[in-house]
Every structure is written in C-alpha cells, then in structure tokens.
C-alpha cells in the first residue's frame, strides 16, 4: 500500500501487512471455494462470507501500528498525506460513481473493490509525494 | 522555513546520511528538512540543537527574522 524506508519500524509493518494478505487470499480463496459446493446458510454463510474482510480490516490495523512505532517523524509525516490523498479520491470517486449508477449510466462496482482502490491512489500518491522531497 | 542545516553538516564533514544516522531518520527526512521543504517537530528541532550544540535559533528561522548568523 505504501512505499516505506528501510528500517525496523517499516520491516515489521512489511511483514505483519504480507501476512494480512496472505489470510486474505486464502480465506477468499476458502470462501468462494465453500459457497457453491456446500451452500452453508445462516450464521456460518455469515461467518464464511466476512471471514476475507478480517484480513483486510487486520491490514488496517497494521497501517495504524506502524504509525505508531515509526519513529521517524517525516515518513509518518508522507504516510498520513498519501492516506488522505487516498480518502479524498477514493470518496469522490466512488460518491460520484454511486450517482452514476443511480441514473443507470454505468456498472455497478461491489463495494470491497473500494479498499484495494484506496490502497492503490494511496500508493500513488506516496511515490509522487517521495519524489517531490525527494 | 530557512536553516543552516548544509552549512553545519559540511563544517563537520557530514553526508545526509551520516546526519541521518545520527538523528536516527531516513536520509529522505534530513534532505527535506535541509531543502525547507518539511519544518521538524519541536523535539527533533531540539535533538537537531544538541547535536550540533548550538541554540534552535542559531539553525532555524522563519521568513521574517532571517536567519542567524
């Protein structure tokens, strides 16, 4: 999601935010594996059906600690900008979107895309963010 | 804000590098910080003074009072 310096702080959040994705795929991978073969209903459709969301709010969760344990001020400094970058073009994009859809103008987009898409302008907006101090 | 980060490091033979160990920031941090193009926090504008053993003033001034010599 983020470009990051090399140092402990980064490399921990480096490999809790892999491990994050790692649950991610495979849950996902468990759960649309499950669901057309053995239909499970009630609570456990439930249970099986949020189980690839707990990895991802796990990765936002990881992004926060590592807010918290950098001690370099300036890198904390370019992640906060990159994120909200990344909240203001998520949020004005998909709000104008949803109005689109409303009026049938465009696809209906499901809304888990939405945080790969905010990961994706966040990472963006951190590489323009580090050149331009570069 | 201006400061006479390049001329300290330079008296004392430092690379950005070498500051930023000191300082334990990334190199990127000390080169925004000595471009203008980041103000420190106050506690890293201190640890900036202890090193080079001179009052924040004496590195750091805003656009109105000019810089200290």
Known sequence: MICTPNNAAAKRYQYRFITAMAFYTFFLCAAVWIFPRYHPTGVLAYLLAILPALPIIGGIVVVGLYLAEEKDEFQRAILVQSMIWGIGVTLSLTTAWGFLEVFKLVPHIELYLIFPAFCAISGFASGILKARYR | ?69
Do not use: C, H
């Open chain 2, 1 to 69: 804000m201006k400061n006479r980060l390049r001329v300290l490091r330079a008296e004392r033979n430092w690379s950005q590098a070498d500051l930023a160990d000191r300082l334990e920031v990334s190199r990127q941090s000390v080169n925004a910080i000595e471009t203008g193009k980041y103000d420190p926090s106050l506690p890293l504008a201190f640890k900036l003074a202890r090193l080079f053993e001179t009052p924040i003033e004496a590195i750091f001034s805003d656009e109105e009072t000019g810089l200290a010599q």
